[in-house]
Structure formats: structure tokens, C-alpha cells
């Protein structure tokens, strides 16, 4: 019912665009031509991208909250280092993804305020604690692997900024999965304890995992107007199916279990079977239920707050050299 009310919102929306610009766009993008901020767009294109990048650019800040949450307990030096760093990395796909979310008209401040107010969302799996460092491993190799997983066919989205800021996401990501697989090689070749904290790390983790590629196909509106207008070049599923078929083979290689009876290999399709996400969960997770969703937007608002003379500062700098720039 409700996705049958959102085709028929979206079919209005495009049948009342002028039919010669809306096929002259179609056939631009059929062509694998990049559309640029200034070309003439469908509303629900523009409107679907400020969706989709918005989400994602909330999603990498979110992101930020459970692995700061160790950079002060991270167990050496070397990992305090490295930590920080991707998670400097992550503020950085942040800022270039409202910068390109930005070329279609909205502003930095609307997006934040919808955060902020819980209007937005961004991706669920964010809303789940970080309760050991084997997390942190568990999460460079199964999160940041699910995202670029996402983001690799991103690089050829059709709109053109957002393509462009993936291509430097998606090498930083490399690097954030391989660390987050040194964690959990080094995690599961030491003692008896260590082992088990990486295997309850990927217990916990696996999941969310999956669930990161979003609802199936059957239950996903937004998928065939979004690979029609080449936004998306892949399916949920078919996101969902590399993902597993690239990441099962590494647990096998680490001697740890992924949490799933169901899992078989399946020489037919030449992938894995697996079992059914929960996503009863997932809902209730999108629904803002995630078990630290309150404090993820409470860290959030304080942090917005907390440093909103950076802001003033900077604006007011800016504002200086602006002055001079025209007294020159
Ligand atoms: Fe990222
Ligand atoms: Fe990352």
C-alpha cells in the first residue's frame, strides 16, 4: 500500500515535466553522460539525490560516534594513530558529501536541522554499540566493507558530483576495511580470549551488516526509478549477495564462524545461500528503536552546539577576508 502510494506520487511528479526536456535528460543519462548542477533535472531526480546523498553524508558523521567512542582506549600507539585517522577520514566523506548535496539546492544548515530534529535518516547500522575493541576491527572489515560494497558502483552514478566524491570515498574506504581486517587477524590469532571477542564481535555485527544494503527488491520503492535514472547501478540484493560471497571466505580465512546455519554454498549460482535478515528489526531500527539511537543524535546535538564558535569563527574570518579582498 504504501509503496504503491509513493509510484503513483512519483509517477505525478514526472509525468508533469516538460516531456521534451524529460526526454532529452532520459537519453543524456542512457548515454552515460554525467548530469552537472546547472543542467536541467526531473524534480523527484533532484529531490532523490538530495535524499540519497543527504542520508549518506549524515550516515559518515554518524558514523564517526561509535569508533571516537575508542580512540582513547585503543590498545597501542599504532592503532590510537591509525584509528583516528579513519575516523578523520569519515568527517572528511562527511563534508564532501553535503558539499555535493549542496549543488542541488538545499543547505548545509537544512540538512543538519534534519538531522538534528530526526527528520533524516541515516544508515541503521550506526545505531548499534560499540561494546569492545574486536568492535572496531569487526567494523572497518564488515562495515566499511559493506560501504564500499555501495559506493564502487557510485563512482558511476549519473550525477556527476556525487561521482566524483566517491571516487576519493571509496580509496579511503579500502583502507578502513583493510585495517579494520588487520584488527580482527590479529584478534584471531591470540590467546583463547582474544578469539572469542573477535567471534562475538562478527556475531554481533554480521547482521547489520546485511542489512546496510536496505529492504529487498521486492519492498524497495525507490529502486527501479533510481536504476532508470542510473542513480543506482545495482540492486539491494545484488549488493547484498556480492557482499557475502566476498566476505564469507574471509571469516574461513580468520577461523572465525559467521552467525548463520543457513549459510551453504550453492554451486548452481556460484554464490552463497544464506538466511533471512530479520527485518522486522531493521524497521524498528529505521524507526529510530536502535539500541543507542538517543545517544548517537545526543551526541550529535551537543557537539552542534558545543562548538558553534568554530562556526562563528569561521564565518567571521571569512567575512574579514572577504572585507579585505574588496578594499584591495
Ligand atoms: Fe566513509
Ligand atoms: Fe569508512
Redesign the pocket.
Known amino acids: 500500500m504504501y509503496t504503491t502510494e509513493l509510484d503513483k506520487q512519483r509517477h505525478t511528479v514526472v509525468t508533469q515535466e516538460d516531456p521534451e526536456k524529460l526526454a532529452a535528460f532520459e537519453a543524456r543519462v542512457a548515454a552515460d553522460d554525467f548530469i552537472e548542477p546547472k543542467d536541467w533535472m526531473p524534480e523527484a531526480y533532484r529531490k532523490t539525490l538530495i535524499r540519497q546523498i543527504s542520508q549518506h553524508a549524515h550516515s559518515?558523521v554518524v558514523?564517526m560516534l561509535p569508533e571516537g567512542n575508542w580512540i582513547t582506549r585503543a590498545p597501542s600507539l599504532r592503532r590510537k594513530a591509525v584509528l583516528l585517522a579513519k575516523v578523520q577520514?569519515?568527517g572528511g566523506?562527511g563534508l564532501y558529501l553535503y558539499a555535493a548535496a549542496e549543488t542541488l539546492g538545499i543547505s548545509r544548515d537544512e540538512m543538519i536541522e534534519a538531522l538534528h530534529s530526526g527528520r533524516a535518516k541515516y544508515s541503521t547500522i550506526f545505531n548499534y554499540p560499540t561494546l569492545t575493541w574486536a568492535d572496531i576491527g569487526a567494523i572497518g572489515w564488515l562495515v566499511?566493507g559493506a560501504?564500499i560494497m555501495n559506493q564502487v558502483p557510485l563512482q558511476r552514478t549519473s550525477y556527476g558530483p556525487y561521482a566524483r566524491a566517491m571516487v576519493r570515498?571509496c580509496k579511503?574506504?579500502s583502507f578502513?576495511q583493510r585495517q579494520g581486517y588487520e584488527i580482527m587477524m590479529h584478534l584471531a590469532a591470540g590467546t583463547p580470549d582474544q578469539v572469542r571477542m573477535a567471534q562475538d564481535a562478527l556475531n554481533r555485527w554480521w547482521w547489520p551488516s546485511l542489512m546496510m544494503f536496505g529492504p529487498p527488491d521486492a519492498d524497495s520503492p525507490n529502486t527501479a526509478q533510481s536504476m532508470r535514472w542510473r542513480i543506482k547501478r545495482d540492486t539491494n540484493d545484488e549488493l547484498r549477495q556480492k557482499f557475502v560471497d566476498i566476505t564469507v571466505p574471509q571469516a574461513d580465512a580468520l577461523g572465525l564462524k559467521v552467525p548463520d546455519p543457513d549459510l551453504a554454498w550453492n554451486e548452481t549460482k556460484g554464490g552463497y545461500d544464506f538466511g533471512a535478515v530479520d527485518w522486522e528489526e531493521f524497521y524498528a531500527v529505521v524507526r529510530g528503536e536502535g539500541p543507542v539511537a538517543k545517544e548517537r543524535m545526543k551526541a550529535r546535538r551537543e557537539a552542534w552546539e558545543s562548538n558553534a564558535w568554530v562556526r562563528e569563527a569561521a564565518a567571521a574570518h571569512a567575512e574579514k577576508k572577504a572585507a579585505k579582498r574588496e578594499a584591495a
Do not use: L, Q, S
Open positions: 559518515e558514523g577520514d569519515e566523506h566499511d560501504a570515498v579511503e574506504e578502513h
